[in-house]
């Protein structure tokens, strides 16, 4: 089974702050994944991490993957009030299972 | 790209009562399908995955079954409900070679 952990769990920040969400996994992952919820919806994809040291960058956000380190962040640059939702990470197992973070809830603030 | 299809949106069942949930895939063929639960505030938990007709893996014990009676289609399964079972069923959908899951829009149960 692989564990995953978000931190933080809730983050609160100002318009026009930059921030970064944490993921670690305790165990290989097969991908990484990154996606967004926003209230009462489904689950959106963000990014797709395949391997070390693999950077993607969509707007605003960018995520990254350190397969040695079992980490990957998602960095917010210069939020807007739109980023405002939670933020889940995976990581797939064996190939087929995939297992979630708890959410980090994010609220921009104007 | 695929779409999924989840029914019904929403569902109010008493303690005891059946469950069948389902949801078709359009756009592929030969997914792997899963069902999650979300409790209200919390993360994902996967319930089951498929990797084809009739094959069926459970990742959590629990009072839920799953069936995949054809290629496109998952379904999702109770005798009697409790009220623990009261969440957000989301069923997703991913198929090689590509590395993405693709969410469908979910069931929101709640068991009273």
């Known amino acids: 089974e692989l564990k995953v952990e978000q931190n933080p769990l809730f983050l609160s920040m100002q318009e026009g702050k930059n921030y970064t969400i944490y993921c670690n996994y305790s165990?290989?992952?097969?991908?990484l994944y990154w996606y967004r919820q926003d209230p009462g919806k489904s689950l959106e994809s963000l990014f797709v991490l395949l391997s070390n040291g693999a950077v993607k960058q969509e707007g605003r956000l960018m995520a990254s993957l350190d397969t040695k380190a079992r980490l990957s962040t998602l960095h917010i640059t210069a939020a807007v009030h739109d980023l405002s939702a939670t933020y889940f990470c995976?990581?797939?197992?064996?190939?087929?299972?995939?297992?979630f973070g708890s959410g980090t809830k994010l609220n921009v603030k104007p | 790209s695929q779409t999924i299809h989840q029914w019904p949106a929403t569902l109010v069942q008493p303690v005891g009562s059946p469950l069948s949930l389902e949801c078709t895939v359009e756009g592929t063929s030969n997914p792997n399908l899963y069902w999650y639960r979300q409790a209200a505030g919390r993360g994902l938990q996967l319930l089951f995955y498929?990797?084809?007709?009739?094959?069926i893996s459970s990742e959590v014990p629990q009072n839920l079954s799953a069936s995949r009676p054809q290629d496109r289609q998952f379904i999702l399964s109770s005798k009697k409900l409790l009220l623990s079972d009261s969440g957000f069923y989301l069923c997703?959908?991913?198929?090689?070679?590509?590395?993405?899951?693709?969410f469908g829009p979910g069931t929101r149960l709640t068991v009273t």
């Open positions: 498929s990797v084809g007709i009739g094959q």
């Open positions: 995976a990581g797939l197992y064996n190939f087929n299972k995939f297992y």
């Open positions: 165990t290989t992952s097969d991908r």
């Open positions: 997703a959908s991913r198929t090689a070679p590509s590395h993405e899951q693709y």
